[in-house]
């Protein structure tokens, strides 16, 4: 699943062919994506500029003079560009066409979207209720300290909330609270203050340091396949259940947590 440095990559790979360019026509072969596109949405910006491109968790969102292209990639969407003589491959669900650069969807589980948002973006109902940007000020120890208090979630569901904070997937909130030695069962209010430091610490760390791996890979990723190599990092835990934890020697436990992969360190995790 794209998690929020495979959005953050494909922003920084697609920007320099497509921002401040004019699109020249729109090819939509699927509409029926998580929810419908928009029936005008080629009327809609069809010889019109682009003019920025943003990231809000998950949502990449396309500034035009008269509203944005709001696009979600789901379980299974990439983003890539391709020259305009490029044959479409099956899933290959939308074009926007830059004249001889062509920006194409592919999503064979087809649970992104393409929408139009009029007005303040920010205030869209799939935006509105977001928590703050791991990578932002706005995210820090006093706030996840303050947010937790009472809260007798699971302190690895409590990161993952999108309302929380965005863009912990998984694999990043596996990590970060092995490297903040945080057992992922622990009750979010049971935090201590210290916790949270190094907590919030460890996410912007894993999250930053997969956006730049993930950028190392950019070529490739613009060029080709579609696929960065964030799964290419040095994970401690994830993926690695019944190993050794790299720092007692222990046996990694792993576990199942509303249904997804959890590992952890049952001595040096508390
Ligand atoms: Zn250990």
Known sequence: MPELPE???????IAPHTLNRRISSVVIRQPQLRWE?????????NKKELLGITRRGKYLLFEFVHGHALIHLGMSGSLRIVDSITPPNPHDHFDWVFDTVVLR???????????????????H????????????????????????????????????????????????????LFMSRIKPIRKAGALTRKNCEDLVRNIKFVLARSIEQGGTTLRDFVGGDGKPGYFKQQLLVYGRGGEACSECGKTLKEVRMMDRTTVYCVDCQK
């Open 7 to 13: 959005v953050e990559t494909t922003l920084r790979g």
């Open 37 to 45: 596109i928009p029936p005008n949405f080629a009327e809609l910006v």
């Open 105 to 123: 969807y592919h999503d064979p589980r087809r649970f992104g979207c393409l929408l139009w948002v009029e007005g303040e973006p920010h205030e």
């Open 125 to 176: 109902k799939l935006l509105a209720a977001l928590g703050p940007e791991p990578l932002t000020e706005e995210f820090n120890a006093d706030y996840l300290y303050k947010r937790s208090r009472n809260r007798s979630q699971a302190i690895k569901q409590f990161i993952m909330d999108s309302h929380v904070v965005v863009g912990v997937g998984n694999i990043y909130a596996n990590e970060s």
